[in-house]
């Protein structure tokens, strides 16, 4: 295997840590003030598309408040202005014993420090959608026909394809019914940006939240209420029951059976598919296993950070707060490690801001204990999230 004379830094995926991470080395190059840890370092990022979509932003380009290009980060162009080079491709498998990585170009990448930053996948276990039903391995086989497979939320890019065929089967029915299926904080957005969406084509048609027993369990119950009360506003029907299965349009529950036109799973996440094919240390079926400096605990010179990495020490839920949060922190571990200096611990916050959007130009809010709403939370929200996308193309 060909031995590097200079140190390689491979990124994978283009996460929120990534991209703060290329903001960084941007920032710092343009004012040639790049880290001693970097000068003997070749930096590489493969990520399977030149563009990251921005969650948060999400729900309002599905309500039709922003254009795909608001939400979009050009990943491509921040690597070239941050010195590093971009590699257009998914990694399958990572072998930590040899230092490589293996990619869907059938190529492989060795490197000295690897950082992992590419989000989990939807966990759509509990769903069965047929009989041949492939879990994660169906995200390249999109069918035409949305009465037999569950849309997942992720990838985000194979979603937004998918919300547009909704969108057209909807403008050709007179009466459209679309099942959201969830109960954390991105299930209920996604439902109301998806009724008002659907509402502005035709009255008649209808979202249905599929939810369980536990909606919103992580919130207060001051900022559930809220969001309860916001889903009545808008007239969408909530099922308490566990969806189980949908095939040819028929939505099975633990209660009942019955038909809608499409299914959205935004179920939680599972372990990355690539994560079946490593000697990595991983936990709850496919999450890499780190420890509080965000470095895996099997292999020293592997960092991993975001909905692909699970926290040995201490529960830290999988959100793009702790992505963008604990991503700053595995940041400078990276350059800390070349550089042979102590790394840091990440102490995720007690409370954090929560701003979920109901749809229309209304949000709710959450800090801690304290929760509020009104249409200032919305721009508040936006203003945020705008500030975010804006600054990584600057
Ligand atoms: C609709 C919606 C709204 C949300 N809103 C919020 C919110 O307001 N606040 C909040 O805290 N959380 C929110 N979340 C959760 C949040 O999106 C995730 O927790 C967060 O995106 C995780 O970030 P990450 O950096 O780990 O990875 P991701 O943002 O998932 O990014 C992973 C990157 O890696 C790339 N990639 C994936 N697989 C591979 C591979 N095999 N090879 C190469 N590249 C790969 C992807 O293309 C992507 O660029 C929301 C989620 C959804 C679905």
Known sequence: MKRLSKKTLLLAGAGHAHIGLLRRLSADRSKNNASNALIDTDIHLISEQPHTLYSGMLPGWMAGHYQLDDISIDTKSLCLRAGVRFIQQSITKITAASNTVDTSGNERFDYDVLSLNTGADTDLRGLSQADDYKGNDNRDDMSNDL????????????????????????????????????????????????????QQINGNHQVTLICGENLLSGFVPSFRQRVIKQLHRHGI?????????????????????????????????????????????????????????????????????????????????????????????????????????????????????YLLSCGDKYAIGSWGRVSLQGRWVWYLKRQIDKRFVTSCAA
Do not use: K
């Open 147 to 198: 009465r037999n497979e569950v849309i997942a939320i992720r990838p985000l890019s194979t979603f937004t394809i998918q919300w547009q065929q909704i969108l057209d089967d909807a403008r050709q029915s007179d009466q459209y019914r679309l099942a959201i299926v969830g109960a954390g904080a991105a299930a209920t957005e996604l439902v109301m940006a998806a009724q008002v969406a659907l």
């Open 237 to 353: 029907t909530m099922i308490e029951a566990r969806a189980t299965a949908y095939r040819d349009g028929q939505l099975s529950t633990s209660n009942d059976s019955f038909p809608v036109d499409a299914v959205i799973a935004a179920t939680g996440v599972r372990g990355a598919a690539w994560t079946a094919s490593t000697d990595l240390e991983t936990v709850d079926n496919g999450f890499v296993a780190v420890n509080s400096q965000q470095q895996s605990v099997s292999h020293p010179n592997v960092f991993a950070v975001g909905d692909v990495a699970t926290r040995v020490d201490q529960y830290v839920a999988h959100s793009g707060v702790h992505a963008v949060h604990g991503g700053a922190i595995e940041a400078g571990n990276l350059l800390a490690y070349l550089q042979g200096e102590a790394l840091t611990e990440y102490q995720p916050r007690t409370r954090t801001l």
